[in-house]
């Protein structure tokens, strides 16, 4: 049984990657389709506090209704998602294009910006590694073809 560790070790670092990357992959199908389906300006920003806005993803995000689009969460509005901090460690990332640390999505659902997401876990070991790309149209997809930099 004490040879099995690694194996078991393994499947659940890949789970908790694929976990994570789903995650991010459902914010960008709920993001395109409310922002299309109500007119609105979204906002999906890394949080602290899953109130605000701040700069490090690893301590988690939000996805926000934005109607005024001041890029603010304001009292009147509704966030969507929340997701807490990443458990161990582990670091998210944001590349967007113009060096943006948020994403907006527009009332037609799509994106401000284009770039990706890397998500880096604690080991070390680029296997439990994901990349998330983006267009600007809104679509998201997993990159399993490019190698990953942490």
């Not at 700069?55 to 807490?84: S, T």
């Not at 640390?101 to 070991?125: A, E, K, M, R, T």
Request: net charge negative; glycine share 4%; proline share 2%.
């Amino acid at each position: 049984m004490a040879g099995s560790y690694p194996y078991i070790q393994n499947f659940l670092y890949h789970q908790q990657a694929n976990a994570t990357a789903n995650k991010i992959l459902n914010v960008f199908n709920t993001a395109t389709s409310y922002a299309s389906y109500t007119n609105h300006y979204l906002i999906y920003c890394a949080s602290n506090d899953l109130v605000h806005c701040s700069d490090d993803w690893q301590e988690g995000y939000i996805l926000f209704v934005d109607r005024n689009n001041n890029l603010a969460l304001d009292k009147y509005e509704a966030i969507l998602i929340k997701q807490n901090a990443l458990e161990h460690a582990h670091s998210l990332t944001l590349r967007a294009s113009a060096a943006l640390n948020y994403l907006q999505f527009n009332p037609d659902g799509n994106l401000h910006s284009l770039g990706n997401f890397i998500y880096c876990h604690v080991s070390g070991n680029m296997q439990f590694s994901k990349k998330i790309v983006f267009n600007r149209a809104g679509r998201a997809r997993l990159d399993d073809d490019d190698p990953i930099q942490c």
